[in-house]
């Protein structure tokens, strides 16, 4: 029988593979224009990878693994990068036998019906991770943080799939505490583990 850590560490390292293979680009000169306007040498589009069979299997399983022992009752953050893997993790925790339910939060509320900002079956009082696919500033994070937070839902964690270690993490950790929320955040890859197989 598999050691789980080494089962964990193994899953992750092929996910660092591909995301290095899939959603990675970087160039000398930066050439990428980021969300906020600004250049930047390198590029993460994580939706090659979030949105790929084998990339779903990984990412719920990992993010599943490190929830596992959490009172919750959803996951979900900012569309569009975080859905894929919010149903994933959704999917691998009914598979477990422990259901959360997937969670969409909205850019805008919707224009009919209940005119709501967040999809799912959740309700104030609900207690909820928070998941990104890539943070840079870590703004689209704040945003679904605000939004939980708006609609009487504790946010007790916060995991994102890249961290490009520009200042985000610090930025949701402060927003966190602000709120009065745990200042709870795991990234699972950073930048740093991805150039060095760049630099290989």
Known sequence: MKDSYTERQQMKDRLIKLIYEKAFRYSEVP??????GKLSNYYFNCKAVTLSPEGLYLIG???????????????????LG??????????????????????????????????????????????????????TTGSSTIQAITRFKDEGIFVKKVIVLVDRQEGGKENIFNFLSDCGFPPDLEAI????????????
């Open 31 to 36: 050439c990428f224009k980021l969300v906020s």
């Open 61 to 79: 399983n990992i993010i599943y693994d490190m929830i596992a022992d959490s009172d919750i009752k959803g996951i979900g953050g900012l569309t």
């Open 82 to 135: 975080a859905d894929p893997i919010a149903m994933a993790v959704a999917y691998t925790s009914y598979l477990k036998g422990k259901p959360v339910e997937a969670l969409v939060v909205r850019k805008k509320p919707k224009e009919h019906g209940t005119m709501q900002w967040i999809e799912g079956n959740i309700q104030a009082g609900d207690s909820v991770v928070v998941i990104d696919d890539v943070i």
């Open 189 to 200: 890859i950073s930048r740093d583990e991805v150039m060095k197989l760049y630099k290989m």
